[in-house]
């Protein structure tokens, strides 16, 4: 049987894209995750790699959803050849259990960690370079202005939170948090 992996790192991302690919290949059973693979909590990865028999196989659209390290992957690998499980990674193919396959596999997921690596040190130095800019503020940007947040707390002297955010868009939970501020700012 052909089982398929699929994995992003955050809630917010799709995994629409490698399912169609995971179809497209014919897996009977395609098991997702929404988790970064830095982390070792993958529950659907871990549910698969249970019920992997004897001359199935495991497919994957890239070898950086399969496995957190080199040293991770080189494990996994192992212990699916070991069961007799066929490994096909889509943008490299199939995964051979023979000497040059396995080192074929060792190399390309070193060049898979070591993009990953890349990524994350790009990222940090870009933050350490925007923290040193006037104004930095981390995290997500405001989706609502000061000036459009102090209009939804002023409407809520004559309208309740849910009538204020039909009209403004701004959710309740923002709203009370808004409210909260202003009137810290009105006693302090």
Do not use: W
């Amino acid at each position: 049987m052909r089982y398929g992996y699929a994995r992003v790192s955050t809630f917010h991302q799709d995994l629409q894209s490698q399912i169609k690919e995971l179809e497209k290949e014919r897996c009977e059973e395609i098991y997702c995750d929404k988790f970064t693979g830095t982390k070792k909590e993958r529950p659907e990865f871990q549910k698969l790699l249970a019920v992997l028999g004897k001359g199935d196989t495991l497919v994957v659209t890239k070898l950086d959803r399969f496995a957190r390290s080199s040293l991770d992957g080189i494990n996994i690998i192992k212990e699916l050849f070991e069961k007799g499980i066929k490994v096909h990674v889509l943008n490299m193919g199939m995964v051979e259990d023979t000497p040059t396959g396995r080192l074929i596999f060792n190399i390309m997921m070193a060049f898979a960690e070591f993009e990953r690596d890349m990524i994350v040190e790009r990222t940090q130095e870009g933050k350490a370079m925007a923290k040193q800019r006037e104004g930095f503020r981390e995290g997500r940007p405001k989706k609502y202005s000061n000036k459009q947040r102090k209009h939804a707390v002023s409407l809520l002297e004559n309208y309740t939170y849910k009538e204020v955010e039909e009209m403004t868009g701004i959710s309740v939970s923002t709203l009370i948090r808004e409210k909260r501020k202003h009137i810290v700012a009105e006693i302090g």
